[in-house]
């Protein structure tokens, strides 16, 4: 039986356009976050994001309000005990991950799956003090999580067929979204491969070959991207950036995963993109480019 209950942990900005995306194909879902002032923001952002494709004439007023209608707030984790399936979206923190993992493997019946959006911590060590460790697995949605055709689906060592074939069905025939294969390897591959892209494109800007704006409109016109790997560093937060860096290059220990120290400093210096309205580029409380 395919989830029609779903439940999403965390309302970040990954977390808010996973609970749209499913919502809009008509799902019920749960958002759970820590306390009723960060759900609040959450819905806030969501409701200004739809505004957006109202505007934009990409979504009707009753889209909206159906859309809406499936979203339930939920701050006591209990409530998220019937749910059928849990996709995890909080912060890349290993250990406070793997205390939710437990949490809601106590909570969930056996049957319900448990899904993480990590993207490069590893599953079987998330899964590794769980009762039902089988039921587990990576759901990794790239951003905006609406408008991506594609999810990696990411099996940790204790990831059971069953559980990858039903999440398979439900990412292609519910989300409508192609999904891959992967086995668990930090980064998978979009991570692996696009955060590489952006620290090198944070070293052409360090080392004064072009601006940012140049840099970006050159992989857009160039290489038919829809947002250059600035811009898209931006999006994604440039926090979430370093920290995939960072874990990538405990993991692998080769240099090219070292964080440039351009990254660092902006970090640092609380520019962390879209969310703080800037970054490498500016941005209103939309998230539209200034």
């Known amino acids: 039986m395919e989830p029609k209950k779903i439940a999403v942990v965390g309302t970040g900005t990954m977390g808010q356009g996973i609970a749209v995306m499913l919502a809009s194909k008509g799902l019920e879902v749960f958002l759970y976050d820590k306390t009723p002032e960060l759900l609040r923001h959450s819905v806030i952002a969501i409701e200004t994001h739809l505004d957006r494709q109202l505007e934009r004439w990409a979504l009707t007023v009753q889209e909206k309000k159906l859309i809406l209608s499936k ?13 059928q399936l849990v996709i995890e979206s909080i912060t890349e923190h290993f250990e406070t991950k793997q205390k939710l993992f437990i949490e809601l493997d106590h909570l969930l019946p056996p049957e319900a799956i448990i899904a993480t959006n990590t ?17 587990t697995i990576g759901m990794h949605f790239l951003h905006p999580a609406g408008q991506i055709p ?26 409508d ?7 668990e390897s930090p980064g998978f591959i979009t991570t692996r491969l ?16 072009a601006s940012a704006e140049d840099i ?14 600035l811009e898209m560093a931006d999006r994604f937060g440039l926090d979430s950036v370093l920290a995939s860096m960072e874990a ?10 070292r964080p440039n120290t351009l990254l660092k400093k902006t970090v640092r210096s609380g520019r962390l993109g879209v969310k703080t309205g800037r970054g490498f580029f500016q941005y209103t409380d939309g ?3 200034v």
């Open 216 to 229: 970006d409109k050159a992989m857009k016109l160039g290489y038919d991207f829809h947002y250059g790997p």
């Open 248 to 257: 990538l290059f405990l993991e692998f220990g080769d240099v090219k995963y």
């Open 119 to 135: 993207a490069t911590l590893s599953l079987t060590s998330l899964a590794s003090s769980l009762i039902y460790p089988h039921r």
């Open 194 to 209: 696009i955060c590489v892209m952006i620290n090198e494109a944070i070293h052409t800007l360090l080392e004064g070959v």
């Open 177 to 183: 979204k192609e999904s891959v294969q992967v086995y």
């Open 287 to 289: 998230g539209e480019r």
């Open 150 to 175: 594609m999810v990696e689906l990411v099996r940790g060592m204790n990831t059971s067929e069953d559980t990858f074939s039903r999440m398979k069905r439900f990412a292609e025939q519910v989300l």
């Open 71 to 83: 979203l339930h707030q939920v701050t006591d984790i209990e409530a998220l005990s019937e749910s």
